[in-house]
């Protein structure tokens, strides 16, 4: 299967979190004020989130308001090629958090 290509709303960066008081995950897009999404699972949350996004980008053209671009996150800089102790343990980092039960 091609892979899915992004459209605009999904390339803002997302915060997911759970919510103890809604007893569901909130997905929040930091880039734009007030964008946040309810889901029963984190992938609905994403989900839902989405649209809102678009729904955020539609009424901010509508009104004539800026758009900001989805922001990136910083990475750490290494030189091409370089593989480091410092890169290795950012890598074990990642790796064990991917596999760590929640």
Do not use: C, H
Not at 31 to 42: I, K, M, Q
């Amino acid at each position: 299967m091609p892979p899915r290509k992004l459209s605009k709303a999904g390339r803002y960066p997302a915060n997911v979190f759970w919510n103890d008081e809604d007893d569901g995950f909130i997905a929040a897009a930091p880039d734009l004020p007030s964008s946040s999404a309810f889901g029963r699972t984190a992938a609905e949350a994403l989900a839902e989130l989405e649209q809102a996004i678009e729904a955020w980008i539609e009424a901010a053209t509508a009104a004539g308001n800026p758009i900001p671009e989805p922001s990136r996150p910083s990475a750490p800089e290494y030189e091409a090629g370089e593989w480091t102790e410092e890169l290795m343990e950012d890598a074990a980092k990642i790796s064990y958090r991917r596999s760590s039960p929640r």
